[in-house]
């Protein structure tokens, strides 16, 4: 049995949970994240083995450009990973979906966390579901739809307006009956942001909403990383940067971090909660 601790419990010692990304599609923007049928389920399972906290598997893309696919074809490609997974660990699973439909049969599989790019936006049946069940709900912000969300991106108002849209996603989400220690937050780095944009909410992210829910970080090998970089890179270059990034989102205040490179982060997270723990308040 190849086993992981439930929510809160992380084996890295940090505070901070890491979800590692199992990308169940064809199109996913980085290749060696894709992962269909038991080719899926070995890439979890690998994910489990390096300390991964929480599992997120998704069956659509939402990469820039990307077209949404049918909730049918989501589940074809998503429910015979999950079986594998649950044969062999217990992983609490995080689902990337926008449809009841597709969160519904996968939770009937164990799934206990949805992962909605749309905050609850595009199919209202799923938020009602995730209430009635008790599922823990990660509202994400993301400007228009993926195919055109960079035709005009968010710039430096970005903080301003993605707060004020997750205020307003929390307030629904509340309003449907889902409890206030079952949402978390991801500002949607990349989804309709341009540079400078997705740099102040990677700095600023613990002040959303006011700091009360948990905030989800994934930037984990995107584009954004290769800008700050400053040199065209492609996404297996961007490993260091993602680091790099992630370790300022935590100190930021983010508690989750989604990411491909599990046992990276462990090593990154565990370095950071030792250096921090010897702070001693300098010389006076």
């Known amino acids: 049995m190849v086993d992981g601790g439930g929510p809160g419990a992380v084996r890295s010692t940090s505070k901070v949970r890491i979800m590692g990304i199992v990308n169940v599609t064809p199109d996913s923007f980085w290749q060696e994240s894709r992962a269909l ?45 999950i079986e594998e997974i649950r044969r062999h660990s217990s ?56 195919s055109t969300m960079q035709d005009n991106p ?59 829910y948990p905030v989800v970080m994934g930037v984990s090998r995107k584009s954004f990383v290769a800008q700050m970089i400053g040199r065209d890179s492609s996404p297996e270059d961007r490993l260091a940067g993602t680091l790099a990034t992630n370790m300022m989102a935590v100190m930021a205040g983010a508690s989750i971090l989604r990411v491909h490179d599990v046992a990276a982060t462990r090593d990154m997270l565990l370095v950071l909660e030792n250096l921090k723990s010897e702070r001693i308040g300098g010389i006076s």
């Open 37 to 81: 049928g038991h080719q899926g389920a070995e890439l979890a399972l690998k994910l489990v083995e390096e300390g991964a906290d929480i599992l997120d598997l998704g069956a659509e893309s939402s990469r820039p450009g990307s077209q949404y696919v049918a909730a049918e074809e989501e589940i074809r490609r998503l429910l015979p990973v």
């Open 91 to 146: 992983i609490p699973l995080s689902i990337d979906t926008r449809k009841k439909v597709v969160m519904e049969a996968a939770w009937q599989q164990g799934a206990s966390i949805i992962n909605d790019i749309s905050a609850l936006e595009d199919d209202p049946e799923l938020g009602i579901f995730a209430a009635q069940k008790g599922l823990s709900v990660i509202l994400m912000h993301k400007q228009g739809i993926p």
């Open 154 to 212: 968010l710039g430096d108002t970005a903080l301003y307006q993605v707060n004020e849209y997750l205020q307003q996603r929390v307030q629904v989400a509340l309003s449907l009956g889902i409890e206030s220690d079952k949402i978390w937050l991801d500002p949607g780095i990349g989804f309709g942001k341009n540079f400078q944009a997705n740099k102040i909410l990677v700095t600023e992210c613990g002040t959303l909403c006011g700091g009360r």
